[in-house]
């Protein structure tokens, strides 16, 4: 469920950008991000945590949580966090 709302907000960002409409595209973008993440989180069996600022939070044990199921994409997710943060 949320994998296809990320891809629905792709295909969204992607049809602004193409008419020139570029705060809608980085908007849909951003929410992109978001729900991949979650995604990403629900794959791994992590809870999402929905309060503001996670990434300041609880950067260290994300990050230790992420890096022991996926150590070879830690940092990808760890910059996209960061980003969606």
């Known amino acids: 469920m949320v994998f296809t709302r990320a891809k629905l907000q792709l295909r969204e960002a992607e049809k602004h950008f193409k008419r ?3 705060s809608e595209c980085v908007l849909n973008s951003q929410e992109s991000i978001e729900f991949s993440l979650k995604a ?3 794959f791994l ?3 999402y945590p929905w ?3 996670v990434f300041a ?3 260290s044990e994300l990050l ?3 890096s022991n199921k ?3 994409r830690a940092a990808e997710i ?3 966090l960061l980003i969606s943060d």
């Open 45 to 47: 069996g992590i809870e």
């Open 57 to 59: 939070k609880k950067s």
């Open 51 to 53: 309060e503001h600022d």
């Open 64 to 66: 230790k949580k992420i």
């Open 40 to 42: 990403i989180f629900e």
């Open 70 to 72: 996926l150590p070879n």
């Open 78 to 80: 760890s910059r996209a």
């Open 20 to 22: 020139y409409r570029y």
